[in-house]
Every structure is written in C-alpha cells, then in structure tokens.
C-alpha cells in the first residue's frame, strides 16, 4: 500500500526558507507523479507544484513561482519542496499527493486524478 509521510514544516519568519520532504513507500516512485498542495484556514485546497514521475516536467502555481522549487530523488523514493523567501500568505498546511502514471512527462496541478495524500505539515509564516 502506498504511504506518503511529509516532513519538514514548522514556524518560520518572513523571508525565510523551509524545505518540505514527501518520502513514498510501498510503491516506487519511478511511477507516481507527485503534487504539493495546500490549504489555508477558511480557505480551498490549492494546488502549488507538481512534477512528473521523471522529474521532466514541473509546473507551479503564479503566487509561488520564482520562490518555490519542486525536486525529487526517485532513489530515496523522496520528493522535496524548497520554499525561499516564505511570505506569510504561504501559510498553510501543505500536503504531497500521488498518482500512478506509465506518462513520464505528466504533471498535473489540480487535486483530481490524485489517489494518495499525506497527512499534511504545517507551515507558519509569521514574525
């Protein structure tokens, strides 16, 4: 059975970093595409970077971009999360999610064909 465990949240002040860690088990990750979301208080589910099974294809939301970098180590069955420069609207829990794909460039940014969630880590952007 597939696990997804995220790591690697905390409190942070403005202008910091934090890197996220989603490590898979139970399946390789040479198979899954892997989505980062989040969600606000009071707020939806908001999709903030994908990457395809094969690392080629990355995408990211417009209010992340330039400061967010999604990565993964398909060999420590590992996907990561760099956030610089946190403003405090990134305040959220985050959560990776999977999907199992033989599409090695698909990178998908909305929550729907995900199957597999981790349970979530906070991310407090505050001074």
């Known amino acids: 059975q597939l696990q997804l465990v995220e790591s690697g949240g905390g409190l942070v002040q403005p202008g910091g970093s934090l890197r996220l860690s989603c490590a898979a088990s139970g399946f390789t990750l040479d198979y899954l595409a892997i989505g980062w979301f989040r969600q606000a208080p009071g707020k939806e589910r908001e999709g903030v970077s994908c990457i395809s099974s094969r690392g080629g294809s990355t995408n990211y939301a417009d209010s992340v971009k330039g400061r967010f970098t999604i990565s993964r180590d398909n060999a420590k069955n590992t996907v990561y999360l760099q956030m610089n420069s946190l403003k405090p609207e990134d305040t959220a829990v985050y959560f990776c999610?999977?999907?199992?794909?033989?599409?090695?460039?698909?990178?998908?940014?909305?929550?729907?064909?995900?199957?597999?969630w981790g349970q979530g880590t906070q991310v407090t952007v505050s001074s």
């Open positions: 999610a999977a999907f199992i794909t033989t599409v090695p460039a698909m990178c998908v940014m909305t929550s729907r064909p995900y199957d597999y």
